[in-house]
């Protein structure tokens, strides 16, 4: 059998394969861990959803959701703990708590959550007047204080 030939084909089969491989791995852009915290009148407003809107459209949205403490961890993503560097418009919105759904609800995907306690002051990104700037350096937001 004579392979002279195909040496040729062998190596860019081998190229292509290392060049497949490298793709597949995680050389995009770092996430930045970033934790933040929201009180409204000095009480921790707990179920506060915070979201990040990037200005940069080639970036995704970043969201928490405020602890019994205040405290929150921004993620981009189920898998992405973190945001990517990048200026981005706040929103926060704090479903009113006492509103729960019920059994029935829960299995059907129905329910609605209460009105925002913040009556929608930070609810978009037209409304909002909170910014922030991601840098590498970034660890965590000012404290919003609302």
């Excluded at 009148?41 to 990040?52: R, S, Y």
């Excluded at 205040?70 to 929103?91: C, E, I, M, N, Q």
């Excluded at 995907?109 to 609810?123: C, I, M, Q, S, T």
Aim: aromatic residues 6%; glycine residues 10%; charged residues 15%.
């Amino acid at each position: 059998m004579n392979l002279t030939g195909q040496f040729p084909t062998i190596r860019c089969l081998a190229l292509l394969s290392a060049i497949s491989l490298m793709a597949g791995c995680n050389f995009g852009p770092k996430l930045v861990p970033v934790t933040g915290s929201v009180t409204v009148k000095g009480k921790p407003a707990e179920g506060a959803v915070i979201l990040l809107h990037p200005e940069n459209e080639e970036l995704t949205t970043a969201s928490g959701v405020a602890d019994a403490q205040g405290a929150f961890k921004l993620v981009s993503g189920p898998d992405s703990p973190g945001v990517r560097t990048g200026k981005y418009k706040v929103t926060i919105t704090w479903p009113d708590p006492a509103i729960k759904p019920t059994p029935a609800q829960l299995m059907q995907g129905l329910f609605e959550p209460g009105p925002d306690l913040l009556k929608g002051k930070y609810a978009t990104k037209a409304k909002t007047s909170l910014s922030v700037e991601i840098t590498p350096d970034t660890t965590a937001l000012p404290p919003y204080e609302l």
